[in-house]
């Protein structure tokens, strides 16, 4: 079966993802994700792309990247042959190293780009490796931090000036969330979903200043609230959302069909 083509962005930036064949840990411990770093920063200094944000998870990668379409296939094959030779060899294995050839989202809008350097910097914190931003070191978010640092990335220093430079700013916008969805791993979306429905019934708990499932689900102003949210906000199908919060099917569909 022939390959799909990539949907080419108007902006010529992408969001990435790569992961492990098989969800192997690839990039786990510093020195592989210190490796694979260092070959992004290679094709940056040979001008093949311009790198905007990135996390190097244990078994995955986030990046932003804005590069003509023929560079950024060009690059990311660069990256990954010398990356899985390395690997192989070290770890003294054969075969694929990758799981198939890198998934890319078009990213079209400002606002949007914003949100995906946003969540790709929050996967640490999202995965419960650390409680803060701030705190994982293979991310971009610090570097945005440093004006040294920044020096490297022209599109980053771009990025900053949405903040209007001001590191509070940026710092605060990493502390609110949204409810998009966004190129990831199976695992991590299914984790980012279960994220956003604990905010809701989080948000919804304190707001009625309730404390358990049973005072939600038992009140049926509470209930209707909560439905609601889970519709318009969670990604998830009625039928989900019935087995979720187990109530009627067609309570959820009466509720959907007066938004």
């Known amino acids: 079966m022939a390959r799909q083509a ?17 969800r192997k840990w690839i990039f786990e411990g510093d020195n592989n994700k210190r490796r ?19 996390c190097i998870m244990d078994n995955h990668v ?9 560079n950024l296939n060009l690059a990311m094959r660069r990256i990954n ?7 192989n060899l070290k ?31 929050n996967n640490p914190v999202k995965a419960r490796m650390i409680s803060k931003v701030e705190e994982y070191e293979w991310s971009s978010y610090n570097t945005f931090l440093s004006q040294e640092l920044l020096c490297k990335y022209k599109e980053m220093i771009f990025v900053m000036d949405y903040f209007n430079n001001r590191l509070d700013r940026y710092k605060e916008f990493h502390l609110s969330c949204d409810f998009n969805t966004y190129l990831d791993t199976k695992e991590d979306t299914e984790d980012f979903q279960n994220h956003k429905i604990e905010l809701i019934l989080k948000e919804i708990a304190d707001k009625y200043g309730v404390t358990n499932g049973y005072e939600i689900v038992g ?12 519709i318009v906000r969670s990604g998830l199908s009625l039928r989900k959302i ?17 938004l």
């Open 6 to 22: 990539r949907i080419e962005s108007s902006t010529e930036i992408y969001h990435i993802v790569l992961r492990g064949n098989n």
């Open 36 to 54: 694979f770093l260092k070959l992004l920063n290679k094709q940056v200094d040979e001008e093949m792309i311009d790198l905007l944000a990135w």
């Open 62 to 70: 986030h990046l932003v990247i804005k590069a003509g379409i023929g």
């Open 81 to 87: 042959t010398a990356y899985a030779v390395s690997y």
């Open 91 to 121: 770890n003294k294995l054969e075969g694929h190293v990758f799981q198939d050839r890198f998934k890319s989202q078009p990213i079209e809008d400002d606002t949007y780009l914003l949100q995906v350097i946003r969540y790709i910097h």
């Open 219 to 230: 009140n049926p102003v509470i209930k209707k609230d909560l439905i609601e949210q889970m």
């Open 242 to 258: 019935s087995s979720y919060l187990e109530v009627s099917y067609n309570s959820v569909q009466l509720i959907n069909s007066e």
